[in-house]
């Protein structure tokens, strides 16, 4: 089993920043491809951002060039900074560890955008 866990939500106004993060447990962090989703009230959970064990990155088209994503294999932690955000970014935001077939989430954190 791979524990992962959230943090850096918050409350923040439009134009504001956060970075969240995401702490693994596994033993092989290194190999997993990490990704950020995110679900706002009433709509599907949708894919923000991934990174893979090469380092490889995409984006969702509503957050490019405004979120980056980022590892630290040391520290099996997974980034996502948030720039010039906006209300429709409003949502829980849940981190995945991918190999294969498994799939495993964190609990998520709430970011909230509102002036």
């Known amino acids: 089993q791979v524990q992962l866990v959230e943090s850096g939500g918050g409350l923040v106004q439009p134009g504001g920043s956060l970075r969240l993060?995401?702490?693994?447990?596994a033993s092989i962090f290194r190999v997993y491809e990490m990704d950020w989703y995110r679900q706002a009230p009433d709509k599907q959970r949708e894919l923000v951002a991934f990174i893979t064990s090469g380092g490889d990155t995409n984006y969702g088209d509503s957050v490019k060039g405004r979120f980056t994503i980022s590892r630290d294999n040391a520290k099996k932690t997974v980034y996502l900074q948030m720039n010039s955000l906006k209300p429709e970014d409003t949502a829980v935001y849940y981190c995945n560890a991918l190999l294969g077939?498994?799939?495993y989430w964190g609990q998520g954190t709430q970011v909230t955008v509102s002036s």
């Open 101 to 103: 077939r498994k799939s």
């Open 21 to 25: 993060s995401c702490v693994a447990s």
